[in-house]
T-cell receptor, first 111, second 111 residues
Framework: DGGITQSPKYLFRKEGQNVTLSCEQN?????MYWYRQDPGQGLRLIYY???????QKGDIAEGYSVSREKKESFPLTVTSAQKNPTAFYLC??????????FGAGSRLTVL | QQQVKQSPQSLIVQKGGISIINCAYE??????FPWYQQFPGKGPALLIA?????SEKKEGRFTISFNKSAKQFSLHIMDSQPGDSATYFC??????????FGTGTRLQVFP
């Protein structure tokens, strides 16, 4: 079955550490996205990529970095510069029609 | 102008009742309006979507009503069931550009 796989599902980070969240899709979608979800704040866009080797900042990119070396993969690194990283992170991909398909999410907790 | 305002933040409905969630937007260039449903600990999933050339779209118990002149659209869930208890997000985009999400509505349906 086609879909989006995010890993790990749960992740704990000590302050000052960088962590990388994995996102892999086998839907052959060109565009991929990272969203952050906090209670009561909906889905906020961190980064997106519409083509391999190219990506753009979203609304809350500070403290995050991404790469898009392969069409199937769009990993997100939460750096130590992100002051409040505890959140639920969602990866998504989309067709040319704009329909988003989401992964199951990764929950990051800072200890 | 890029915001999508969603209300209410939470909604409690009795089984068999009608759930109504409203969204408003400012940017008249938006031409794609989807609704996503999210269960706890999962990623959102596309529920139903509409384009501005129609005023209503129905899929089973779920209906989108679209009022272009008022720049509003709403989700109606008929005969609400406990299994509909979830968080619902409206969104909007211009063609296949990135989606702008509302802040979400937590729906609880009690038996």
């Amino acid at each position: 079955d086609g879909g989006i796989t995010q890993s790990p599902k749960y992740l704990f980070r000590k302050e000052g550490q960088n962590v990388t969240l994995s996102c892999e899709q086998n839907l052959n979608h060109d565009a991929m996205y990272w969203y952050r979800q906090d209670p009561g704040q909906g889905l906020r866009l961190i980064y997106y990529s519409q083509i391999v080797n190219d990506f753009q900042k979203g609304d809350i990119a500070e403290g995050y970095s991404v790469s898009r070396e392969k069409k199937e993969s769009f990993p997100l690194t939460v750096t130590s510069a992100q002051k409040n990283p505890t959140a639920f992170y969602l990866c998504a991909s989309s067709t040319r029609t704009g329909r988003l398909t989401f992964g199951a999410g990764s929950r990051l907790t800072v200890l | 102008q890029q915001q999508v305002k969603q209300s209410p933040q939470s909604l409690i409905v009795q089984k068999g009742g009608i759930s109504i969630i409203n969204c408003a937007y400012e940017n008249t260039a938006f031409d794609y309006f989807p609704w996503y449903q999210q269960f706890p600990g999962k990623g959102p999933a596309l529920l139903i979507a509409i384009r501005p050339d129609v005023s209503e779209k129905k899929e089973g118990r779920f209906t989108i009503s679209f009022n272009k002149s008022a720049k509003q659209f709403s989700l109606h869930i008929m005969d609400s069931q406990p299994g509909d208890s979830a968080t619902y997000f409206c969104a909007a985009s211009i063609r296949t550009d990135k989606l702008i999400f509302g802040t979400g509505t937590r729906l609880q349906v009690f038996p």
